[in-house]
């Protein structure tokens, strides 16, 4: 552990040093506002009862994915206490919508993968970063943090970039209620087996990736003005639309994009969601080939294996197999060409690069060191606290994990493996055990690790 201790806080500061190396950071395309709740055990119970607990009862073991009542939402905030697991359903009774915003919020944040990492990399890292907007009301606009964090917008015929405070206007307000709960969280019968939440996602816009005026227009010159890119919100996407629009419609317009930015040079990182459509699901993996970069958890890579046609490998990914794992990242880059892949777990992070360096493996230490400090505080201000995340314990089950490495490979030194054609990086991650909220990590880890990295190879 203490060769860890070491590289940790070597990481902490190369990476924070090179962070000042990027020009600039692109991120599309979904920002919306989180209105985030913890749950409370006798709000919960009382509202169940009065709705009819029985009916609430079926929708855990008959899940719609989908909220078209009362029953639907309760029944699935309740499916992700038992599993544990994090869930979004789209609201489609303006009913329920009404009631949401009736039972209120603890907290508003800006949300959206793209939002996210703008209060992040522009608000907290200091990186130039221009970010889409679907839509930019009042409340959503006042939760982008000061800093360099940039919307596209048009006077006249010229296109200017300007912080979303000064672009705000009157348009729908795109809300996803967030039902937090923590490990060991009881309601009735039912017990958190781990922390996680509930999303009722009430925003018709990210639901079909809508794309800006500014957007689409500028675009050409947008790019002009940045290095990366991390392109996210694709997950949501369904095969038709009532108004006839396909899902192709919008991938032809996700992939004009990504001509462009390979185009001007621009390197791109996809952030790969679970996404519930099989065939969605297979052209964003032929789409992957026009990226540098993907980053995904285990139900993720395990998706993307079952569409490529293996099934024992899939289940082995999900059951959480550490070699199943990098067969699976191995499987994906042969199939691709991509030239990085970002695993993230609870424990343990991976990357898969077909390049080598130090660079990687600080870069993935970093990610740890800010998910462990967003954990701790729910929010991130100032990069200096993410020092404050040395002092959390760093995953000891992960050690077993690094020994069995290690007996596997024999070219394995402070978590690199050489693996002839391709290098593997492994750590162990910080674990904040009682995490004041969850959403986000998986965006600060993803960002943190691409943005870092690409400094650290610049310096």
């Known amino acids: 552990m203490r060769l860890w201790k070491r590289l940790y806080v070597q990481a902490f500061e190369n990476a924070t040093n090179a962070l000042p190396n990027i020009s600039g950071v692109l991120l599309a395309y979904n920002t919306n506002i989180d209105a985030i709740k913890y749950l409370d055990k006798e709000d919960l119970e009382q509202k169940i009862n009065e709705i009819g607990k029985e009916n609430v009862f079926k929708i855990i073991e008959n899940p719609p994915e ?175 639309y009532p108004d006839g629009t396909t899902y192709r419609d919008i991938l032809d317009r996700v992939e004009s994009h990504l001509n462009i930015l390979n185009k001007h040079g621009v390197k791109t990182h996809f952030e790969f969601a679970y996404t519930p459509s099989k065939r969605v699901r297979e052209e964003l993996i032929e789409m992957l080939p026009k990226f540098t970069s993907v980053g995904l958890n285990e139900v993720e890579l395990s998706s993307i294996i079952e569409i490529i046609g293996d099934e024992e490998l899939t289940k082995e990914i999900l059951e959480g197999h550490l070699f199943s794992v990098i067969d699976g990242m191995n499987l994906l880059m042969d199939e691709t060409g991509i030239e990085r892949i970002h695993f993230h777990t609870y424990g343990y992070y991976l990357a898969l690069t077909q390049y080598r360096g130090e660079h990687v493996r600080d870069a993935l230490l970093f990610a740890s060191l800010a998910a462990a400090a967003k954990a701790m505080r729910g929010n991130l201000e100032r990069v200096e606290q993410i020092r404050d995340a040395l002092s959390v314990p760093t995953n000891e089950r992960a050690i077993i994990l690094e020994e069995e490495l290690e007996k596997e490979f024999t070219e394995f030194e402070n978590g690199i493996i050489d693996m002839t054609d391709r290098q593997l990086t492994f750590i162990p991650t910080k674990i904040v055990t009682s995490p004041k909220s969850t959403v986000g990590i998986g965006d600060t880890i993803s960002s943190s690790a691409f943005v870092s990295e690409f400094g650290m190879r610049k310096s």
């Open 66 to 240: 989908k909220i078209a009542s009362l029953e639907h939402l309760f029944g699935g905030i309740l499916r992700s206490i038992k599993l544990g697991k994090a869930m979004e359903w789209f609201v489609e009774n303006e009913e329920v919508r009404k009631y949401l915003r009736e039972w209120g919020w603890d907290e508003l944040r800006i949300g959206g993968q793209a939002g996210i990492m703008a209060n992040l990399l522009g608000g907290v890292y200091r990186i130039p970063t221009i970010v889409h907007v679907p839509q930019n009301p009042r409340l959503q606009a006042e939760l982008f943090v000061d800093g360099p964090i940039y919307v596209p917008v048009f006077e006249g015929n010229e296109l200017k970039l300007i912080h979303p405070k000064e672009a705000q206007s009157d348009e729908d307000e795109l809300i996803h209620y967030i039902y937090e709960f923590p490990r060991g969280f009881q309601v009735f019968n039912i017990r958190a087996p781990r922390e996680n939440r509930f999303i009722a996602n009430a925003d018709d816009y990210n639901a079909r990736v809508y794309m800006r005026k500014e957007f689409r227009e500028g675009f050409g010159e947008i790019v002009k003005k940045v290095e990366l890119a991390l392109i996210s919100g694709l997950q949501v996407l369904n095969e038709y």
